[in-house]
């Protein structure tokens, strides 16, 4: 097991002779999208229940760069890392929302349906619940 991290540990030399420089134009994409064939609807920040949703992971602002170049910055900032945070929830009995297992989809701001709940599911028993919960999780 200690083989691995004397392997890819970090040295005096391996920091200074490897340029660990980011190629820009293989940059990934810095938004998780689903592919079409997943149910989408685009979130009203007027309504109650995705207004929730939009103020805890939309985008903020658009930033500037003297380059030229811009990025969106989202309300919760993940400093400046290619793996920002993604928000998946349950919605159970709440107007605007089948019942199921979403993703909400930051660059369009809508919320991807990805599982329709049947009867007797849903995440709650993995939250320590031991009933089904009515709301957003």
Not at 1 to 21: L, Q
Not at 35 to 64: C, G, Q, R, V
């Amino acid at each position: 097991m200690y083989w691995y991290h004397k392997e890819t540990k970090h040295s005096y030399y391996s920091v200074r002779t490897n340029p660990n420089r980011m190629d820009w134009n293989l940059q990934p994409s810095t938004y998780k999208n689903y592919p079409n064939s997943f149910e989408k609807f685009t979130l009203d920040k007027a309504h109650p229940w995705h207004s929730i949703i939009y103020y805890a992971a939309s985008i903020s602002t658009k930033k500037y760069y003297p380059s030229g170049t811009h990025r969106f910055l989202r309300v919760n900032p993940s400093a400046g890392a290619l793996y920002p945070n993604e928000i998946y929830f349950q919605a159970r009995g709440v107007d605007g929302f089948e019942d199921g297992l979403y993703h909400y989809e930051v660059q369009s701001n809508r919320a991807v349906l990805l599982y329709r709940l049947k009867e007797g599911e849903g995440i709650e028993p993995y939250m320590a619940y031991e009933r089904a919960m009515e709301g957003l999780l």
